[in-house]
């Protein structure tokens, strides 16, 4: 099975090869190729993203399922909170078939928050977690900010940077600590392993 990721291109090089790492041994015999379909920004909306999910789902090469992933919090005002952004994602693409939106809520940082102490540790600074629950962390001061802050004011002095510092501090850890901890990670992962008849992580 095909199943294409509409992904920005950072956290396509930050997360995915941690996500295929935790689903190859939990789905052996029936892993998917994920094929991320991946932008320089955000991902494309309105008639943009239907043509780009018709494209994906049409033609010798075509996906079985198009998932789309997109952050709530996206430096405008598109997305109120994670249904708004699910439904509207939705409503674009016209309710194609095998068509699923998925969100990181509100961005994919609150998906490191879960690894704090090792990020503690890569700042070489002590500053506190910003909470035991990552997708609570919002609009006003989203993940990367807090990521953003412990590393400027860390012994390093080099702010937080997606593609360096999020396969850091992946590397080596448990994802299903961020899947229990937060759940549209959980409804992502879960849709992947549904699409392959998979048993689903509670």
């Not at 962390?137 to 990367?144: A, E, L, M, Q």
């Amino acid at each position: 099975m095909k199943v294409s990721i509409l992904v920005e291109g950072r956290t396509e090089r930050a997360f995915l090869p941690h996500l295929r790492a935790f689903l190859e041994p939990r789905l052996a015999g029936r892993m998917p190729r994920l094929d991320p379909i991946v932008y320089d920004g955000r991902i494309p909306k309105e008639d943009k993203l239907r043509r780009v999910v018709a494209g994906a789902l049409s033609g010798p090469h075509a996906a079985h399922a198009v998932i789309a992933l997109t952050d709530v919090y996206t430096g405008t005002n598109d997305f109120v909170n994670a249904q708004d952004a699910k439904l509207k994602m939705l409503n674009w693409v016209g309710g194609m078939p095998n068509f699923f939106p998925h969100v990181a809520l509100h961005e994919f940082e609150s998906w490191l928050i879960p690894y704090w102490a090792t990020i503690q540790n890569l700042a070489r600074h002590n500053r506190a977690s910003p909470g035991a629950l990552p997708e609570t962390i919002n609009h006003n001061k989203p993940p990367s900010a807090h990521l953003r802050e412990i590393f400027e004011a860390g012994a390093v002095r080099e702010s937080y940077n997606k593609v360096r510092d999020a396969g850091r501090i992946l590397r080596g850890q448990d994802l299903n600590l961020a899947i229990q901890s937060c759940s549209e990670l959980k409804a992502l992962v879960n849709r992947i392993v549904l699409l392959v008849g998979g048993q689903l992580i509670a």
